[in-house]
C-alpha cells in the first residue's frame, strides 16, 4: 500500500485545485450523448494534458459503451 506525505497546501495551490476541478466538472460527460458527442474524448484529452503538466504518466483506453 503507497503512503503518502501530505503538507498543508498554500492559498494558491488551493486556489489552483479548485480551478482544474471546475474546469473538469465542466465536461458533459454523465450522458448518454458523450460516447457520441466528443465530451468523452475532449475530458480524456483534458485530462491527459492536466495530469501530464502535473508529471503524472498518463494512458488513454478505449472502451466498449452499450447501446452506442
Known sequence: ???FISSPM???EK???LTLFEELLR???????G???GSYR???QWLVKTLSDL????QVRKIM????
Open 1 to 3: 500500500m503507497a503512503t
Open 10 to 12: 498554500t492559498p494558491l
Open 15 to 17: 486556489e489552483e485545485a
Open 27 to 33: 465536461f458533459p460527460t454523465i450522458s448518454f450523448a
Open 35 to 37: 460516447p457520441t458527442n
Open 42 to 44: 475532449a475530458c480524456a
Open 55 to 58: 508529471g503524472l504518466e498518463t
Open 65 to 68: 459503451v452499450w447501446g452506442v
